[in-house]
């Protein structure tokens, strides 16, 4: 997902930022999330933003960006490790006392 002044409003990120959220979708969004990026318009400019902040030390926090997911603390995600991911937030949304 990038910054709403850096992008045009066709981006799907722009339309649906739930989608994108690795702390409140759920794992079929979050693929889904991938392969849109991949087809997005403004593809080319979202990975150019996404290496710059990595190069800054700033990586995105919890979402899908350019194709990538990154959990709250700008760790990579491989495809492969998103269920596993999914499992943990599911977990953490049934844990008692948190509010819904």
């Not at 991949?38 to 902040?53: K, W, Y």
């Amino acid at each position: 997902m990038i910054n709403e002044r850096s992008a045009p409003t066709d981006r799907p990120c722009a339309a649906d930022p739930e989608h994108w959220d690795l702390d409140n979708g759920v794992l079929v969004d979050w693929l889904d999330a991938i392969q849109q990026c991949i087809d997005c318009p403004v593809a080319r400019a979202c990975r150019q933003l996404t290496l710059d902040q990595l190069r800054a030390g700033t990586p995105p926090l919890g979402l899908v960006q350019s194709g990538v997911a990154f959990t709250a603390t700008g760790r990579e995600l491989d495809p492969l490790q998103l269920p596993a991911h999914a499992a943990r937030v599911a977990r953490h949304r049934e844990r008692p006392g948190r509010a819904a």
